[in-house]
Antibody
Framework: QLQLQESGPGLVKPSETLSLTCTVS??????????WGWIRQPPGKGLEWIGS???????YYNPSLKSRVTISVDTSKNQFSLKVRSVTAADTAVYYC?????????????WGQGTLVTVSS | QSALTQPASVSGSPGQSITISCTGT?????????VSWYQQHPGKAPKLMIY???NRPSGVSNRFSGSKSGNTASLTISGLQAEDEADYYC???????????FGTGTKVTVL
């Protein structure tokens, strides 16, 4: 059974960089069939797409976040990562990693449990 | 690109059928069959319920069905059960610069 697990600091100071890692188990991140993505959800609000990555490193980003976001992949560790630079309180959210089937625009068919990141001094 | 529009809340009694709408434009819902639906219980990760407008992943109850007409996609839950009480989100590919978009979310209440 495929499992995804987010990890990283739960508290980040304003103007600093938020860094999260998603570890994939029970399957290979190098599979040609899937992309991998990050989604976030501010407390009490809806879902927001952040970006997607292929095992080769090809990426797609939400234009509203593109200038501050980098998604990378480490196939040797079966992990992919998210960095959000110059964070503000508006970046406070539960961050989810997920697997995407059928192309980078496909459905998110497996999700991590999510991790709350709070931006505060 | 704004979020897809969903009703804030929908309710129904056990055993009834309810339908949640997801309205977009010809650049997203109306133009492509890449609409998916997610169920989210409080404090939990979303779960894929429907993909490519009408397809149900393995393990999802056949009480859940999807459809589309013009720029509006719909999720129907038949034989409503207490466990169906959750938030539901639609999502679509979009040809706009946003690339992907989620709906505003609908809270389903089982009376």
């Amino acid at each position: 059974q495929l499992q995804l697990q987010e990890s990283g600091p739960g508290l980040v100071k304003p103007s600093e960089t938020l860094s999260l890692t998603c570890t994939v188990s029970g399957g290979s991140i190098s599979s040609s069939r899937y992309y991998w993505g990050w989604i976030r959800q501010p407390p009490g609000k809806g879902l927001e797409w952040i970006g997607s990555i292929y095992y080769s490193g090809s990426t797609y980003y939400n234009p509203s976040l593109k200038s501050r976001v980098t998604i990378s992949v480490d196939t040797s560790k079966n992990q992919f990562s998210l960095k959000v630079r110059s964070v503000t309180a508006a970046d406070t959210a539960v961050y989810y990693c997920a697997r995407i089937s059928s192309g980078w625009y496909g459905p998110y068919d497996y999700w991590g449990q999510g991790t709350l990141v709070t931006v505060s001094s | 690109q704004s979020a897809l529009t969903q009703p804030a809340s929908v309710s129904g009694s056990p055993g009834q059928s309810i339908t949640i709408s997801c309205t977009g434009t010809s650049s997203d819902v109306g133009g492509y069959n890449y609409v998916s639906w997610y169920q989210q219980h409080p404090g939990k990760a979303p779960k894929l319920m429907i993909y490519d407008v009408t397809n149900r992943p393995s393990g999802v109850s056949n009480r859940f069905s999807g459809s589309k007409s013009g720029n509006t996609a719909s999720l129907t839950i038949s034989g409503l059960q207490a466990e169906d009480e959750a938030d539901y989100y639609c999502s679509s590919y979009t040809s706009s610069s946003t690339l992907r978009v989620f709906g505003t979310g609908t809270k389903v209440t089982v009376l």
